[in-house]
């Protein structure tokens, strides 16, 4: 690594999805950052045991475990890493988990290199975020619910079907559909 490399601060993206890490990857390059990338967790775990990222970014859901579990490892390997969670499965269950094992900031897919590197450092909440005027749709509630769920069962498919009274094949395919909108 060359001086000059060494002296951007570090970022590790782990994303299942190969063409959006390499625009990411591309995009915050050009604003300064030196960038590694990783497709699963246990490629992003391993990376990041090997050089502890001041940055990282990382999707919630991808093959085989979840990015909740790389957020809980970031954080114990480095508790100063500033992480981004991205998602196109957003939920205020994992939402909430995100933030409580480490992560600085949640944001749903898609979301620009700028809107990533602002979410890095936003330390303070938003008093001023527009509260909503109605509430969440029936579908939107049970998408929340069913996350909620899956997120006490670390994931586990067969439990969380069992917890919610429902056939497995019912669930996954409910989760194989995007989030309802709100």
């Not at 063409?19 to 775990?45: K, W």
């Not at 509630?141 to 586990?156: F, V």
Request: hydrophobic share 40%.
């Amino acid at each position: 690594m060359s001086d000059h490399e060494q002296d951007k601060p570090s970022l590790l993206i782990v994303d299942d999805d190969i063409v959006f890490c390499e625009v990411l990857s591309e995009a915050l390059e050009n604003r300064g950052y030196s960038v590694r990338v990783a497709h699963d967790t246990d490629q992003g775990v391993m990376l990041a045991k090997q050089e502890s990222p001041e940055f990282a970014v990382v999707d919630l859901r991808m093959p085989g475990a979840s990015g909740l579990e790389l957020v809980q490892v970031l954080t114990s390997l480095d508790e100063n890493t500033r992480i981004v969670v991205l998602t196109g499965y957003a939920s205020v269950a994992t939402a909430v988990e995100a933030i409580k094992l480490g992560a600085k900031h949640y944001l749903s897919k898609p979301a620009d290199a700028d809107e990533i590197i602002a979410a890095f450092y936003k330390d303070q909440g938003d008093a001023g975020i527009t509260v909503r005027d109605k509430p969440l749709s029936v579908a939107r509630l049970e998408w929340e619910h069913i996350q909620k769920i899956l997120s006490e069962c670390d994931g586990n498919i067969s439990l969380t079907a069992r917890r919610l009274g429902m056939h497995r094949r019912t669930l996954q395919r409910k989760l194989s559909k995007h989030p309802v909108k709100d």
